[in-house]
Every structure is written in structure tokens, then in C-alpha cells.
């Protein structure tokens, strides 16, 4: 079920003006797995070992700690012979090199008993055999402070979940994994959440209204033919007993 990988890699950090970087230049090959050879669109259906071109991976990783709330994460990888199941659920190995970029902010502002966490990511690729949404987010503004008389520590506040549109896949349980299927081409979508969050002494209550949004927005899919949950209330109890 497992592909076999070997990776080498090289770190370094480096302060700049009181900004820490770290770099990475790393190198993965990986041999595909038995379902993968097995499945495999090679006319001669005979595969072993020495007729299988393993994938390569050469990529480069930059992570910016700007301050000690906000840091910005860039990849860059270039991969050779990238095996991935093709619509028709055959293992097929592509004929170019493929380009994946990515680049992801995460932020903590705070003023007073405000507070806004989350983060940004772009990612894109250059071939539709690795398919990417190029925008996500996720962001988080509550306020957090004591109530009654400084006895309850609480939060209370809104989730947003963003993600531009996906050309398409489509999850296999005979594979084990996802194979590229354009007819599950998925349109962008917003998840939003209410919450409250409370802990009193040993007892902490959690409280939350899921996608509430749907109420106007109607049915979405993280991933076609997987649709968002329906606006649910969700309520939890955690409650530690001690001698």
C-alpha cells in the first residue's frame, strides 16, 4: 500500500537583521507502490523493478519568522517522472517535469481582549496531474477574556474556512488514494462558524453553530461528491474530576 522513498536533505538558519530565516534544499526519490505497478497503462502489463522510473523530487523550502506572531512558509518543487492515477484509475507516469509553488502566511494580531489568527496560502502547479487550489484560508477573530467576576476564562467569536475552486478528484477505497477525475470539478467554497468556549475551575464547555452560512448559500462541496455539513449546533462537555 506504501511507496518506498529515500530523502536528503540540507538545513540552515540564518538571522538577518533580527529575522530568522531557515532554508532547505532537499532531494526524494520514490519508488510506487504495489497498486501502483500493478495498475499500470505500460502495454507490455510485465513490469519489474529495473523497467520502473521512480519519482524524483528537488525542492527548496524558505520559512521567515517576521516577528514571534507572524511567519511566512515558500516551497518550490520540481518533479521528474510524477506517477498518479489518471482518470481512468490507471497508474501512469507523467511524460514532463512538474513546477509546484507554494506559499502560506500565518499571522496572530491581537489588541486588547481582540484577537485575529489564521493563516493564507497560495499553491500552484503546473500540470492538472497534481491539482491544486491555488487560494485558501483560514481565519479566526474572537474575543477573549473573564466574565462573572472573573470566574468563567471565555472565548467567543467566528471561524471562516476559504478555498478557491479544485479541478477535480475523486477518492478510490479499491486504491487507497485519489485519482484525477475532471467531472468532480469542485467551485470555490466558504465554511462559517459561531463559537463559545468557556472553562469554569476543572469544567470546560465548547459551543459552536457550523456553516452557518448555508442558510443563504445553499449546498457546497469541499471536494465533489462530498458535500459541507448542513448548519449543525455542536455542544461538548469537559469536566475533570480530582481527589
Given at each position: 500500500m506504501?511507496p ?8 540552515q ?6 529575522i530568522?530565516n531557515?532554508?532547505?534544499i ?11 505497478l ?8 510485465q513490469?519489474s523493478e ?5 519519482t524524483?523530487?528537488q525542492?527548496?523550502e ?6 514571534k506572531?507572524i ?7 520540481n518533479i521528474?517522472?510524477y ?9 501512469v ?27 493564507i496560502?497560495?499553491?500552484?502547479s ?26 468563567t ?11 478557491s ?26 465554511k ?8 469554569i475551575?476543572?469544567i ?5 453553530y457550523?456553516?452557518?452560512?448555508a442558510?443563504?448559500?445553499g ?6 461528491p462530498?458535500?459541507i455539513?448542513?448548519p449543525i449546533?455542536?455542544l461538548s462537555?469537559?469536566?475533570?474530576f480530582?481527589?
Open positions: 506504501y518506498n522513498s529515500f530523502t536528503a536533505n540540507f538545513t538558519h540564518i538571522n538577518i537583521f533580527g530568522n531557515r532554508f532547505k532537499a532531494y526524494e526519490k520514490t519508488i510506487p507502490n504495489w497498486i501502483q500493478n495498475s499500470s497503462t505500460n502495454p507490455s502489463n513490469l529495473e523497467l520502473i522510473e521512480p524524483l523530487d525542492y527548496i524558505w520559512d521567515i519568522e517576521l516577528t506572531n511567519s511566512i512558509h515558500n516551497a518550490y518543487h521528474d517522472a506517477t498518479y492515477y489518471n482518470e481512468l484509475a490507471n497508474s507516469t507523467a511524460d514532463d517535469p512538474i513546477q509546484v509553488i507554494q506559499s502560506r502566511i500565518k499571522h496572530h494580531v491581537n489588541s486588547k481582549k481582540w484577537h485575529w489568527r489564521g493563516d496560502g497560495y499553491q500552484n503546473s500540470s492538472d496531474n497534481i491539482p491544486l487550489a491555488k487560494l485558501l484560508f483560514n481565519q479566526r477573530i474572537y474575543w477573549q477574556s473573564k466574565i462573572f467576576k472573573d470566574a476564562e471565555t472565548q467567543i467569536g467566528v471561524n471562516a474556512r476559504y478555498r475552486s479544485h479541478p477535480g478528484m475523486t477518492y478510490s477505497p479499491i486504491l487507497g488514494d485519489f485519482y484525477t477525475n475532471p467531472l468532480s470539478e469542485t467551485n470555490a467554497s466558504l462559517c462558524d459561531l463559537f463559545a468556549n468557556f472553562q475551575k476543572s470546560k464547555i465548547y459551543a459552536s457550523e456553516n452557518f452560512n442558510l443563504w448559500q449546498e457546497q462541496f469541499t471536494l465533489k462530498y458535500p455539513a448542513q449546533f455542536r462537555l469537559i469536566w475533570n480530582y481527589d
